[in-house]
């Protein structure tokens, strides 16, 4: 993938990607990060001006943002272009596994006040982090660059855990490390047994139960015949230890199929 970032502070979006996936991406080149400077396409390096109509601030200036997006366009071909703004949609894991697929990615970081207007015409989308207004662009861009890498097939060295992350079904579950107890607070012991069908029960009860009490608006409507009884028992306020009893500790039991 081709990544463009268009910006009057590249060195942002340099410095942070030559660490962690980011970084391994383009090491293993599957990802190729150019940032375009505005200033170097602007008359006298002047990138912003005064806003019409009495508006406060600065706002960036249509011609470098033109002229520098023309170049990748005549160097790269048309890349797939989006412009953060606080009112565009709100960037979700959905999103990033689209975006993930296209073959290139340009991003035009606003400053200050804004983008002059007429800048929009070249966005195929306008995206948002959330309902807050940040200085500019740069931020959105990482967060995006970071999610879209770690999508790149033979970027991470366990692609499996991909299909465990948040948002794809259910949130997360809890995760431990060594050591097995710390200031007195133990790993659970089931994740020590060695037994695999009651740790993967776990993991999912677990998700199911972080999801239902901090994003009950993620549940799925396409509950599994298991993810049903495991809602179920949840609401009912059982333990996993009680729900496991309930259906004989794994075993199928008639209500219960899938298990």
């Keep these: 993938m081709k990544f463009f970032v268009l910006t009057i502070f590249p060195h942002i979006i340099t ?106 015409v070249l966005a195929d989308e306008e995206l948002s982090l959330g309902d807050f207004v940040l200085a500019g662009g740069e931020l959105f861009t990482l967060v995006l660059l970071e999610g879209i890498a770690r999508l790149l097939p033979g970027v991470l060295s366990e692609p499996e855990s991909l299909k465990r992350d948040s948002f794809r079904r259910w949130l997360g579950s809890p995760v431990y490390t060594r050591p097995a107890e710390y200031r007195g607070m133990k790993v659970p012991e089931i994740l020590l047994s060695g037994n695999h069908r009651l740790i993967e029960l776990w993991n999912l009860w677990h998700s199911i139960e972080r999801s239902l009490r901090l994003r009950p608006d993620l549940v799925p409507k396409d509950l599994t015949d ?27 039991k008639r209500g219960h199929k899938g298990l």
């Design 15 to 120: 410095c942070y990607a030559s660490y962690g996936i980011v970084s391994q991406a383009i090491k293993k080149g599957l990802l190729e990060l150019h940032t375009i400077d505005l200033r170097e396409f602007a008359l006298k390096g002047q990138v912003d001006d005064l806003a019409y109509g009495g508006h406060p601030g600065m706002v960036l200036k249509p011609e470098p943002i033109f002229e520098a997006y023309d170049h990748v366009v005549k160097t790269y071909g048309k890349p797939h272009t989006l412009i953060p703004q606080p009112w565009g949609k709100r960037l979700t894991q959905e999103d990033l596994d689209r975006l993930s697929k296209r073959e290139s990615i340009a991003i035009i970081c606003g400053r200050y006040e804004g983008i002059d207007e007429r800048v929009n």
């Design 226 to 252: 298991l993810e049903r009884s495991m809602v179920d028992a949840i609401m009912r306020g059982k333990s996993f230890e009680d729900w496991i009893r309930e259906v004989g500790h794994g075993k199928p």
